[in-house]
């Protein structure tokens, strides 16, 4: 089993970047995909940008796309998510879990999270 610990997070204003990291402890990372998940009030969590094992493929949503970049070092367990142009509809808890391709969508494998790390973009 994968443990989880985002950081990164906090409040900027709208057009500004942050990069959040995800450090993930267990045997296992190298060998799953990993994504970055977000949750805003009320809403659903949704899933933003995915990563391959080799970190040779990415995906992201559409709603991020050109914008947000997904990478991992693997020798350091780690996932990182680069955030450029936030928009205040970025505001969320983001949440880093293996993912897996399921039923047409990106999914977390995992079914326990970390603490997530909090992002509010100001207008």
């Known amino acids: 089993q994968v443990q989880l610990v985002e950081s990164g997070g906090g409040l900027v204003q709208a057009g500004g970047s942050l990069r959040l990291s995800c450090a993930a402890s267990?045997?296992?990372?190298?060998?799953?995909?990993m994504g970055w998940f977000r949750q805003a009030p009320g809403r659903e969590r949704e899933w933003v940008a995915i990563i391959s094992r080799n970190g040779a493929t990415t995906y992201y949503a559409d709603s991020v796309k050109g914008r947000f970049t997904i990478s991992r070092d693997n020798a350091k367990n780690t996932v990182y998510l680069q955030m450029n142009s936030l928009k205040p509809e970025d505001t969320a808890a983001y949440y880093c879990?293996?993912?897996?391709?399921?039923?047409?969508?990106?999914?977390?494998?995992?079914?326990?999270w970390g603490q997530g790390t909090q992002v509010t973009v100001s207008s």
């Open positions: 267990g045997r296992t990372f190298s060998n799953l995909p």
């Open positions: 879990n293996a993912a897996q391709w399921l039923a047409m969508a990106w999914r977390p494998l995992g079914g326990s």
